[in-house]
């Protein structure tokens, strides 16, 4: 089974609107890390949102926020007010396990800000 | 600022070849790590270190073998290259940790003719 889903190959928005990229998580553990990166046309790996399985309110960073559903199994990121720059490939990757050091990452969201 | 470099953005090898990749990572991270990206596949795990001279494999070990002499290099190398190795390649390290996010070099784009 996936252990990382993203379910929106391709998305498309106008700018300055909202947008919402869907990620839903399979695990067993009680102890796990969700993140979020950003990869644009240039290739490298941009971290943008970090939260843990234990925090209770749902991370934020600037424009970024993380829609946390626990019960759900989703970690989903949110983008406000979306700008040109903010198209690119972005990534939901999880680390399970206290020990554990790896992430795994879903397939990718590609966002598309229309002008 | 946490640097990650990679020897070479763009390598052209051919069938059969040794290749060997290299990363550096200046922020004394225990972890390193090595992924393929492959449109519509995500990163893949190829293999990670989280102490020197200590490697375990990933996802997708087969075919490449990885050293780790120093804490600060990681390198993959691909005993004989086959073209199903043409990829993307991305290094990555972070402190140990759950809560400790990864940071990745800017890529390795790797074509074997």
């Known amino acids: 089974a996936q252990k990382i889903t993203q379910t929106q190959p391709g998305m498309f928005v106008q700018e300055k609107e909202a947008v919402t990229l869907d990620c839903t998580y399979d695990?067993?553990?009680?102890?796990?890390?969700l993140f979020w990166y950003k990869q644009p046309s240039s290739g490298e790996m941009i971290f943008l949102i970090y939260?843990?399985?234990?925090?209770?309110q749902n991370a934020t960073e600037g424009r970024y926020s993380l829609n946390f559903q626990k019960a759900r199994k989703s970690a989903n990121l949110v983008i406000s007010a979306s700008q040109l720059g903010d198209s690119a490939m972005y990534f939901c990757a999880m680390r399970e396990g206290r020990g554990a050091q790896k992430l795994v990452f879903g397939q990718g969201t590609r966002l598309t800000i229309n002008p | 600022d946490v640097k990650v470099t990679q020897s070479s953005r763009y390598l052209v090898k051919r069938t059969g070849e040794k290749v060997f990749l290299e990363c550096v990572q200046d922020m004394d991270h225990e972890n390193m790590f090595w992924y393929r990206q492959d449109p519509g596949l995500g990163l893949r795990l190829i293999y990670f270190s989280y102490d020197v001279k200590m490697k375990e494999k990933g996802d997708i070990p087969e075919g490449y073998s990885v050293s780790r002499e120093k804490k600060e290099r990681f390198s993959l190398i691909l005993e004989s290259a086959s073209t199903n190795q043409t990829s993307m390649y991305l290094c990555?390290?972070?402190?140990?940790?759950?809560?400790?996010?990864?940071?990745f070099g800017p890529g390795t784009r790797l074509t074997v003719t």
């Open positions: 990555a390290s972070s402190f140990l940790g759950l809560e400790h996010e990864q940071y």
């Open positions: 939260q843990g399985s234990y925090d209770e």
């Open positions: 695990t067993s553990d009680q102890s796990y890390g």
